[in-house]
């Protein structure tokens, strides 16, 4: 009893810690531009989709004895077609989330030298963040990525501290501003806060390949996830106020003697997450495809600082990485799923129409996502 | 590898090293005499240059040709690296600031970067030197 407790608590704990990252710096703004009741509405029903997502995920992954990439399944399930998909839409994920890494750690650096006194321009800091990161993955100084872990709980930790905080400073008023015309704004911010899909073949692994203790570790963790960073993100649009693109502005929600909290542990869970995500990306240009070492390196490291060069806003990033990347990436896992659940009708109908049906209305929500964002709304 | 190690190397160390003069600039050394302040200059560009150059060599046996391709790459990245961001904080042409900073007093600095790359590689290959030799004759 105890070993089948702490293996489901590790994994929810896992997931928890890999989903709460630099997205939640980016919540505070979008909750501010609709306001209290449209943000929660939308957060809380993508919440519900990402666990979804994350269920079927699980499915895919107990379907397979082999462990795989997100690649790998759609190559097995979808054919080539998937695969070309998958090799495009996962790296790119990736280079996405580095270059947000860049953008926010450089941000972290420059509220803590600013605080001591070194004053530089942003963008020195955002190439020092890139150049540091990237000297330790070049290095393979691997035993970075065993304080990820550490790191992410004293980010998660200092977030508690954060809400209570900035409860002194909450404006009650707030509560009732509303821009219902601008619901949809946040769909893909509030994704790429959401998105835990990347680790869930190590939360099966952990839950013993149990699917009773995988489905409870995703939920636990997907909505204990979703819970800390709608609270993060809601107390500080109440103690700020009007939230502006900058992460700056957040720091103006705690007491003088406590903005260093926020950079300080920001940058320890970035700097250690920058390192895993490069060493990935680097992985699946040499694995996926079949590039040289040295020129895995090259384009792990030098792809995100050349796309830092044209893009430099940190909200429309993640806004672009989680509707564009998040959401075709949670397509293909609708679509391998859709693929499995009708195989298995074949066989045993009356169990799978659920999943079935609910596969529709998770392919619409995110199809709808995708095209609303290019088609009637300005990236945020 | 070390080639790129070293490009790559030699950018946080650039600006590891404006922080430096940042940081120093922003000290007080009163009464402190003029000349301790530019010797503590170079001591930080020797420290963060010789910290660099050790990380660059970190994996394998230093030759004494790499030591000087490491060495140069310091110098050429750092320089590119110092005049582009001149040029970017003050908005002037970037020839008219690499030709500004082209004078006789920087060799002091190139000796400096020279003396803490060949340290580094020295340490270094010392290090490997006597970790491949047997048992008993680290010493010698």
């Given at each position: 009893?105890?070993?089948?407790?702490?293996?489901?608590?590790?994994?929810?704990?896992?997931?928890?810690?890999?989903?709460?990252?630099?997205?939640?710096?980016?919540?505070?703004?979008?909750?501010?531009?609709?306001?209290?009741?449209?943000?929660?509405?939308?957060?809380?029903?993508?919440?519900?989709?990402?666990?979804?997502?994350?269920?079927?995920?699980?499915?895919?992954i107990l379907a397979f004895r082999k462990k795989m990439?997100?690649?790998g399944?759609?190559?097995e399930?979808?054919?080539?077609?998937?695969?070309?998909?998958?090799?495009?839409?996962?790296?790119?994920?990736?280079?996405?989330?580095?270059?947000?890494?860049?953008?926010?750690?450089?941000?972290?650096?420059?509220?803590?030298?600013?605080?001591?006194?070194?004053?530089?321009?942003?963008?020195?800091?955002?190439?020092?963040?890139?150049?540091?990161?990237?000297?330790?993955?070049?290095?393979?100084?691997?035993?970075?990525?065993?304080?990820?872990?550490?790191?992410?709980?004293?980010?998660?930790?200092?977030?508690?501290?954060?809400?209570?905080?900035?409860?002194?400073?909450?404006?009650?008023?707030?509560?009732?501003?509303?821009?219902?015309?601008?619901?949809?704004?946040?769909?893909?911010?509030?994704?790429?806060?959401?998105?835990?899909?990347?680790?869930?073949?190590?939360?099966v692994e952990?839950?013993?390949r149990?699917?009773?203790?995988?489905?409870?570790?995703?939920?636990?963790?997907?909505?204990?996830?979703?819970?800390?960073?709608?609270?993060?993100?809601?107390?500080?649009?109440?103690?700020?106020?009007?939230?502006?693109?900058?992460?700056?502005?957040?720091?103006?929600?705690?007491?003088?003697?406590?903005?260093?909290?926020?950079?300080?542990?920001?940058?320890?869970?970035?700097?250690?997450?920058?390192?895993?995500?490069?060493?990935?990306?680097?992985?699946?240009?040499?694995?996926?495809?079949?590039?040289?070492?040295?020129?895995?390196?090259?384009?792990?490291?030098?792809?995100?600082?050349?796309?830092?060069?044209?893009?430099?806003?940190?909200?429309?990033?993640?806004?672009?990485?989680?509707?564009?990347?998040?959401?075709?990436?949670?397509?293909?896992?609708?679509?391998?799923?859709?693929?499995?659940?009708?195989?298995?009708?074949?066989?045993?109908?009356?169990?799978?129409?659920?999943?079935?049906?609910?596969?529709?209305?998770?392919?619409?929500?995110?199809?709808?996502?995708?095209?609303?964002?290019?088609?009637?709304?300005?990236?945020? | 590898?070390?080639?790129?190690?070293?490009?790559?190397?030699?950018?946080?160390?650039?600006?590891?090293?404006?922080?430096?003069?940042?940081?120093?600039?922003?000290?007080?050394?009163?009464?402190?005499?003029?000349?301790?302040?530019?010797?503590?200059?170079?001591?930080?560009?020797?420290?963060?240059?010789?910290?660099?150059?050790?990380?660059?060599?970190?994996?394998?046996?230093?030759?004494?040709?790499?030591?000087?391709?490491?060495?140069?790459?310091?110098?050429?990245?750092?320089?590119?690296?110092?005049?582009?961001?001149?040029?970017?904080?003050?908005?002037?042409?970037?020839?008219?600031?690499?030709?500004?900073?082209?004078?006789?007093?920087?060799?002091?600095?190139?000796?400096?970067?020279?003396?803490?790359?060949?340290?580094?590689?020295?340490?270094?290959?010392?290090?490997?030197?006597?970790?491949?030799?047997?048992?008993?004759?680290?010493?010698?």
């Amino acid at each position: 009893m105890e070993g089948r407790a702490t293996s489901v608590s590790k994994a929810s704990l896992t997931l928890l810690g890999t989903i709460i990252g630099a997205g939640v710096f980016g919540l505070p703004a979008l909750f501010s531009y609709v306001g209290f009741w449209p943000g929660t509405l939308l957060f809380w029903f993508l919440a519900g989709i990402m666990l979804l997502t994350h269920v079927y995920l699980v499915e895919i992954i107990l379907a397979f004895r082999k462990k795989m990439r997100l690649a790998g399944y759609a190559r097995e399930v979808l054919g080539k077609r998937g695969f070309i998909m998958a090799s495009i839409t996962y790296p790119g994920q990736i280079i996405g989330v580095n270059l947000i890494y860049i953008i926010l750690g450089g941000a972290f650096l420059s509220m803590l030298g600013h605080g001591i006194g070194l004053h530089q321009p942003l963008v020195f800091w955002q190439l020092l963040f890139w150049a540091i990161g990237g000297a330790i993955v070049l290095s393979g100084f691997k035993f970075l990525a065993t304080f990820e872990t550490i790191a992410t709980w004293f980010l998660i930790g200092s977030m508690v501290v954060v809400i209570g905080l900035s409860t002194g400073s909450w404006n009650i008023r707030a509560l009732s501003y509303a821009d219902w015309s601008h619901f949809f704004v946040p769909f893909g911010v509030f994704l790429f806060s959401l998105f835990g899909v990347s680790v869930i073949s190590e939360i099966v692994e952990l839950s013993g390949r149990n699917r009773e203790k995988a489905f409870r570790a995703v939920t636990i963790g997907t909505l204990g996830a979703a819970l800390l960073s709608w609270a993060f993100g809601v107390s500080l649009y109440l103690a700020v106020g009007r939230v502006g693109r900058d992460p700056f502005d957040l720091i103006s929600a705690l007491p003088s003697s406590w903005s260093w909290l926020l950079p300080v542990f920001g940058i320890l869970a970035i700097i250690t997450s920058f390192v895993t995500t490069a060493e990935d990306l680097k992985q699946t240009f040499h694995f996926d495809f079949h590039l040289r070492p040295r020129a895995s390196w090259l384009l792990a490291l030098f792809i995100p600082l050349l796309l830092f060069i044209t893009q430099r806003d940190f909200l429309s990033t993640v806004d672009f990485v989680g509707t564009v990347f998040g959401g075709l990436n949670c397509l293909l896992v609708i679509f391998i799923a859709l693929k499995l659940f009708a195989h298995r009708r074949k066989k045993s109908p009356a169990p799978v129409v659920w999943s079935f049906a609910g596969s529709i209305v998770l392919l619409l929500v995110f199809m709808i996502g995708i095209l609303h964002k290019f088609l009637y709304q300005p990236l945020v | 590898m070390i080639f790129l190690r070293a490009v790559l190397f030699s950018i946080p160390r650039h600006l590891v090293i404006i922080l430096a003069l940042t940081a120093i600039q922003n000290f007080d050394f009163h009464p402190l005499p003029l000349w301790t302040a530019i010797a503590v200059t170079y001591f930080f560009q020797w420290v963060i240059t010789w910290f660099f150059a050790e990380w660059t060599f970190w994996h394998r046996l230093p030759r004494f040709k790499e030591m000087l391709m490491v060495f140069c790459i310091f110098l050429v990245m750092g320089t590119l690296i110092e005049v582009s961001y001149v040029s970017f904080l003050i908005r002037v042409d970037w020839w008219k600031i690499f030709t500004s900073v082209l004078q006789w007093d920087r060799l002091y600095l190139v000796a400096t970067y020279f003396l803490a790359v060949s340290i580094a590689a020295f340490h270094v290959r010392r290090r490997h030197v006597k970790a491949k030799l047997p048992e008993g004759l680290e010493s010698c």
